[in-house]
């Protein structure tokens, strides 16, 4: 039986996920059939690996169209990059061709597939908690307002109105500080995220995120500095 990854509303699996193909260690452990254990990507496109007695096994990618009729692209042993690297080329040569295709385009795919994405390199990469951390930092805060807008659509206006939201508005100038330093925290996760799926070829350009700044000098609280004629005016003061 193939067994697929599913996940919750909140990108992560619902329960324990058995044939894995995401990492060497887990396909060594595959046993060797001729169909491919399958990993979604989106909907309809998907990436396999065939497992086999010799090393290395073969990948292939599949995309389902719009009157449900299954198309293959063999994609090869990919022995021209390391073994820790198979699983990000498949899913880049995957996505080439299902651009190709027309139909199996990918600009249905919006920013909280973006951010779906970059949660789960994360618990591959980095682990459950940093995982756990940008989705509840992301979930909270950008997906609201974004995660509908697909990648292809997204403008940089639409990152600067996001990235200015995130700021309190107060008379409290240090309030306004720190929320400005939680909104540039929260942008870099943001790119981040975009930045992945820009590496991954899901989209040709950067533009509408990269120029967008964070908010400078925000990172600590503002030191002040009284001169000698404040310091005896406060001296004075307190006399007595």
Known sequence: MVVFRTFSVQGFPVKHVRNRIDTKTAREKLSPRREPYWYKLQQG??????????????????????????????????????????????????????RTLGGATLSGYTIKHAIDDYIEHRKINNGALSATDARQRLYKHAVPSLGDIKLTKLTMQDVTRWRDSLVR??????????????????????????NLAYRKDIIG?????????????????????LSDEQIRALYHSTEG
Request: glycine content about 6%; charged content about 35%; aromatic content about 10%.
């Open 45 to 98: 496109c998907y990436i396999g690996y065939r497992a086999s007695t010799k090393s290395g096994g073969s990948w292939v990618a599949r995309w389902r169209d719009t009157d449900g009729n299954q198309h293959y692209e063999s994609l090869g042993p990919l022995s021209h990059v390391s073994d820790t690297e198979r699983f990000d080329e498949a899913q880049r040569q995957a996505r080439n061709w299902f």
């Open 169 to 194: 508005v107060s008379d409290d100038e240090d309030d306004v500080r720190k929320s400005k330093d939680g909104a540039n925290k929260l942008l870099s996760t943001l790119k981040a995220a975009l």
């Open 205 to 225: 350009t950067d533009k509408a995120w990269r120029r967008v700044a964070a908010f400078k000098d925000v990172g600590a609280a503002r030191k002040v500095f």
